[in-house]
Structure formats: C-alpha cells, structure tokens
C-alpha cells in the first residue's frame, strides 16, 4: 500500500529535485483500500488468514498504516528509510520483493494504480523479482485448492486466468466495495503490531535503492500544451439551467 | 541505437498501437526491429516489417499462445542481451504492461511509462510524460541501458514506409514459474450493445450514480439529447453496464461532439479515450476530482440532482 498526497491538496513538483513534492498531507492510496479489503475478505474466508499490510514510505506514512489496521489489518510493516528516497520502479520493486520474501506470503494483493504515478506496473515487477506467477487487473478473484483464479478485463474483453498460490495479484478498483473503520477499529489499532524496518534489515545496500539504485531519472519539468478555456460552476439549484445555457452558447442543442 | 519494439498481435493481425510505436522508432533511428512473441505468428512478420523495421525477430512457441506476460518477458530478456538491444519500447497495454515491468526487473533496467512523445536531445533520448492528471509535462530518461519504455496508448498513428524486413526466428525457452499462470478463458467478448464510436453525443456514467439502477438517469439524458450512452470500467468490471459501452484505454475511443460525463472521476485510462470529443461536460461532487482538469464546463454537484432536471429541460427545449 502507498501513502499519496491527499486529494485536496494541491500537487506540485519540487522544481529542484524534480521529484514530488510530498510535504503535503498524505492519505493512503485510495487504489489500495480495494487490495485491501480483498485480503481481509480472503483472510475471513480463510478463517485463520492474517493480514499484513506493507507499506513503502517515509516516517509520515505511518498514519496510512494505522489506517490500514484500524480498517482490519492484523499487522503492519513499514519499510522507511532515508536512504529510499527518490527510488524509481527498479529501486522499488526491489526493495518491496525483499520485505515481501520476509513474510512469505501465500498471496501478495497490490492495488490498482498509485494516484500520484499512475504507474500501474509495479506488481509485474515485483513478481519477476520473487519468481511468482503474476496476474492483473483482478476484476474478480476466487481462491480454492491453492490457486488464484480471477475474471479480468483487456482490451479485448475478459480473461479467465489461475494460477497456484503463492502468487501475486493486482486488483481493479470495482473488485469491492471497502470496508470503512469502526471506532472499535480505531482504537485497537494502536495495539497492533507496526515494525519499521530499514533497508538494512532488508539487506540491502543504501546504493542499491534511492536515486542511486534507480535507473530513470527526470530532466525537466514542463507545461503540458494549453487546453481552451474551461468554465466551472456549484451547483445553487440551478446548474441544469447553467449546463443547458452552455449547450445551447456552444449551439449543442 | 539498436531499438527492439515488441510488436503484440490478437487475432491473426498485429495491433495498431504497435505498429505506430515501431513507425515512431524508424522515424527516430535506422537500426529497428520488432518482435513477435505468440504461436503461430510467424505469417505476421511480412507485415509488421512494412511498418520501419529493418529486422523482424519472431518467437513462435506453444508456450506463446495465450497473451500472459511472464514467457515473454523471458524470451525478450535473453534476446535483448544476445542482440545488444539498448532500447526496448511497448505500445502499452494490459499485457505490454506487465512484460515491460517484469522485464526492467529482470534486466535491472530502467522503465518509463505512458510516454506521449520520443525525441532525441544531444544524442539523448528523452521521453515526455504528462504526470500529477495531465497538469505538468515531464522530460524524462534513462541512467543506463537497456532503456524501457511503454507508450500511452493512441499516441503514434502506424505509417507504412514500406520495404521489407529481414525475418528470423528466436529461439524460446521458458522458465518454470512464468509457466504456472494459465489461461482458462480467452477475450471473452461481452459485445452486447449499441455501437457508440459513432454517436454525436455521449452521456457517460461512472461510480458516482451509486448504483446499476441508477443508469436509467444517464440513459433519460443521452435519450433526450439523441445520443449514446458509455460507461466506464469500474462499473463495466462491477457489471452494472456491459463492455461495448467501455470508453478508455480498454474500451472504446470516442470523439463526440459532446460528451457529458456524469459521477466520473476522469482516471487517465478514461480520458485517453474520450478525450478527442469536441466539448465535455463533467458533473461531479468531488470539486478535486481530476476530470474537471480536461473539462469545458465542470460542475460541482450531484448527479442525482441535476441530471434528472437538465433530461426535463432539454425535452422542453427539444420538443418544443
Ligand atoms: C490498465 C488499465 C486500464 C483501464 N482501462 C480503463 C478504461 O478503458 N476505461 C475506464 O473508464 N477506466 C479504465 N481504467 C480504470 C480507471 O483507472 C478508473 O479506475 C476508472 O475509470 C474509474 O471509474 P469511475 O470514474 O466510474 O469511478 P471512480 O473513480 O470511483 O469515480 C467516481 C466519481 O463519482 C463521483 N461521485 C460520487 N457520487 C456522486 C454524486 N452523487 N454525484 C456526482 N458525482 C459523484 C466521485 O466524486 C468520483 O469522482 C483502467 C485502469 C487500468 C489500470
Ligand atoms: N511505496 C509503496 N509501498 C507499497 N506498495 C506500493 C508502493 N507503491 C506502489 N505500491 C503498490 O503497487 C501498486 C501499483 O503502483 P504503481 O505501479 O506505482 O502505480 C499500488 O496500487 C500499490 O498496491
């Protein structure tokens, strides 16, 4: 799961670094609520599933963690570290497959996008590193006999694909509806178990992640070609009176 | 500049957005060639070589069959090491994806994603990507070689140059783990419903109608208006709506001359599919959500509220 700037604060890019400026409240990756939520129900399927919400980011982060528990994570790892800044996708699937490979898991759940890289790539990535068979997209997802089985949509229609566990998934947003945390929910979640863990306990060397163990880098930050002028209006009552005026200016109706 | 372009292919023809992907590399440089990665693909590469390439590599296996991305990814990692490939590039798609990510992790490459433009500065090549919803533009590059990179769907038309391409054969060996994923259904196409690539107007509904009933405001609206309705996938993948009615990256490319989406938060992989229509309309509550980036006239507001009223008013109009 990852922290990403809340969607109400304004985003910019630090114009020095190039990188995201992420001084600004940060909120849990709305993507990721449905990865998940995905686990809990597979975790209450399961009956004795625990759930292990693992998380990349600096020591703020912590606050989407908690989150994380308050909503019915068992457990919470967070792995921060100075030295993690700036790390591309090379840098972080490597340093999340070794945090990965630490819990053994029997099933890895990654959300669908992070809101504020629109990557959607990282899990393959991820999957190439632990030898796991990888499946995306997750429209649906069944488990039984020890596989994965998911309905998942391309762009020519929906794939039935297995796999047998362990593997990774990566899950669309329409997979589920998440649970919100019950005050229950909060207040134990400050009991749960929260280990930070570092690149070092990872085994990993500070220049095999951060900028140095990426492998992309940015140049330049630049305007994206204008668009035409855009109106915006609230809605007083009378925005379906506004939106026919407009129509009707643009001779649309 | 050796460049290898992976060429995907559905259906026995190869896919456009490939194709234009492999157009832009011949355009950048001479020394191109594509790949085709499936079973029973070796018929393709005549084609695919009009389209720049001076050399088309093809890995036809039975292991290829089924459009899975872990087989490919090892067969373009041996090849871009035997051939000294130092620029690897994906027309992105589900599959290219995840080949492309699997593939920097195994090569320990860098990978650069829904680029929209390729252009050499001072021997560089930089890639642009429009980042944080489309509002700044981004040079971005490589450290090191080989450089990966997967181009947001839509952005380079094919241009055939003719000639012909050197075809070979590349061996496939596939590892065991990129074996245990399966394919037990294929492209199961849900093409039920009305074509809307041709529609003048396009009344979209997403999540934000809050329930698969709901749908009837949207289909009130495109009916009075004289148009087509469109959806977007996180209700298509919940089934509220069906597939043919997709807009996006995934679904269908519209360009309306109007386009009213309603309860849509304007995800990237929405917007590349409408985002040729003449003028759009976005209602929505949210005032942060992203579509009123790319919106003619936002409105910050409930669906449930306004849509109902603005079916009645353009009745009035219309009929009257
Ligand atoms: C590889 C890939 C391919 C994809 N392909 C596609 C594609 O082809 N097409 C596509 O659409 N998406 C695609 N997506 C998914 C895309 O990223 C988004 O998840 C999706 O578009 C979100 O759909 P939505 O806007 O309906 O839902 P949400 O993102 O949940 O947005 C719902 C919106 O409704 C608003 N809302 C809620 N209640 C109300 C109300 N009462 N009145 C007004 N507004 C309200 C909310 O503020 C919110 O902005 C793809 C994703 C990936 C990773
Ligand atoms: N820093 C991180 N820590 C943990 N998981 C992450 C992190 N970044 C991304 N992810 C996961 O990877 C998914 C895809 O991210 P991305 O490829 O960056 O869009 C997200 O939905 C998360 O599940």
């Given at each position: 799961m990852k922290e990403v700037p809340d969607a109400s604060a304004p985003k910019r890019m630090d114009p020095h670094t190039f990188r995201l400026d992420r001084s600004v409240p940060g909120a849990l990756n709305d993507f990721d609520t449905h990865a998940l939520e995905e686990a809990l129900r597979i975790g209450e399927q399961e009956g004795d599933g625990e759930v292990v919400a693992l998380l990349m980011g600096p020591p703020k982060a912590a606050d989407s963690l908690r989150k994380a528990l308050a909503v019915g994570a068992d457990r919470a790892v967070h792995v921060a570290d100075d030295a993690l800044v700036g790390?591309?996708?090379?840098?972080?699937?490597?340093?999340?497959?070794k945090a990965i490979e630490?819990?053994?898991p029997d099933l890895v759940v990654f959300g669908q996008q992070a809101a504020d890289s629109d990557g959607a790539v990282l899990w393959a990535a991820v999957a190439d590193r632990l030898r796991l068979p990888i499946i995306s997209q997750a429209a649906s997802l069944e488990l039984a006999d020890g596989k994965a089985k998911v309905k998942r949509q391309t762009e020519y229609g929906y794939d039935v694909i297995e796999a047998p566990l362990p593997c990774v998934v990566a899950v669309s947003d329409a997979i589920n509806e998440p649970r919100y945390p019950s005050l229950k929910g909060?207040?134990?979640?400050?009991?749960?178990?929260?280990?930070?863990?570092?690149?070092?306990?990872?085994?990993?060397g500070s220049e095999e992640v951060g900028e140095t163990g990426s492998r992309t880098e940015v140049y330049a930050v630049g305007e994206p070609p204008p668009r035409g002028e855009s109106r915006r209006i609230e809605d007083n009552g009378d925005a379906a009176e506004a939106i026919l005026e407009y129509l009707a200016e643009k001779k649309l109706i | 500049m050796p460049t290898l372009v992976?060429?995907?292919?559905?259906?026995?023809?190869?896919?456009?957005?490939?194709?234009?992907?492999?157009?832009?590399?011949?355009?950048?440089?001479?020394?191109?060639?594509?790949?085709?990665?499936?079973?029973?693909?070796?018929?393709?590469?005549?084609?695919?070589?009009?389209?720049?390439?001076?050399?088309?590599?093809?890995?036809?296996?039975?292991?290829?069959?089924?459009?899975?991305?872990?087989?490919?990814?090892?067969?373009?990692?041996?090849?871009?090491?035997?051939?000294?490939?130092?620029?690897?590039?994906?027309?992105?798609?589900?599959?290219?994806?995840?080949?492309?990510?699997?593939?920097?992790?195994?090569?320990?490459?860098?990978?650069?994603?829904?680029?929209?433009d390729l252009e050499e500065q001072d021997g560089k090549l930089v890639g642009k990507r429009p980042a944080l919803q489309d509002s700044v533009l981004l040079d971005v590059g490589w450290k090191s070689e080989p450089r990966l990179a997967l181009i947001r769907s839509g952005t380079f038309e094919p241009v055939e140059s003719g000639g012909a391409a050197e075809v070979t054969k590349v061996p496939v060996e596939v590892e065991d783990w990129s074996k245990q994923a399966v394919m037990l259904e294929r492209a199961h196409e849900e093409s039920e419903g009305p074509s809307i690539e041709?529609?003048?107007?396009?009344?979209?509904?997403?999540?934000?109608?809050?329930?698969?009933?709901?749908?009837?405001?949207?289909?009130?609206?495109?009916?009075?208006?004289?148009?087509?309705?469109?959806?977007?996938?996180?209700?298509?993948?919940a089934g509220w709506y069906p597939?043919?009615?997709?807009?996006?990256?995934?679904?269908?490319?519209?360009a309306p001359k109007l386009y009213i989406a309603c309860g849509i938060s304007g995800a990237i992989q929405h917007k590349v599919g409408m985002q040729g229509s003449g003028t759009i309309v976005a209602i929505n509550k949210d005032?942060?959500?992203?579509?009123?980036?790319?919106?003619?006239?936002?409105?910050?507001?409930?669906?449930?509220?306004?849509?109902?009223?603005?079916?009645?008013?353009?009745?009035?109009k219309r009929g009257g």
């Open positions: 790390s591309d996708l090379i840098a972080t699937s490597r340093t999340l497959a630490r819990e053994s909060i207040m134990g979640a400050k009991k749960k178990p929260q280990d930070s863990v570092t690149t070092a306990d990872l085994g990993l | 992976y060429v995907e292919d559905h259906k026995g023809e190869p896919v456009n957005g490939s194709l234009g992907v492999l157009s832009k590399a011949a355009k950048l440089g001479d020394d191109v060639a594509a790949v085709l990665c499936g079973s029973g693909v070796e018929g393709l590469a005549e084609h695919v070589g009009k389209y720049g390439a001076a050399r088309v590599l093809v890995a036809d296996d039975p292991a290829l069959e089924a459009p899975l991305p872990q087989p490919r990814v090892d067969v373009l990692a041996k090849l871009v090491k035997s051939e000294g490939f130092d620029t690897v590039l994906f027309g992105a798609s589900v599959l290219t994806a995840d080949v492309a990510a699997g593939l920097a992790a195994r090569l320990d490459a860098g990978l650069n994603w829904d680029l929209i041709d529609a003048e107007v396009i009344v979209a509904g997403g999540r934000g109608l809050g329930k698969p009933e709901n749908f009837s405001l949207v289909e009130g609206l495109a009916k009075a208006l004289g148009g087509a309705v469109a959806a977007t996938r996180a209700v298509v993948d597939y043919a009615s997709q807009v996006g990256q995934t679904g269908k490319t519209v005032p942060n959500a992203p579509i009123f980036e790319y919106s003619d006239l936002g409105v910050v507001g409930d669906v449930h509220e306004i849509v109902p009223k603005l079916t009645e008013l353009v009745k009035a």
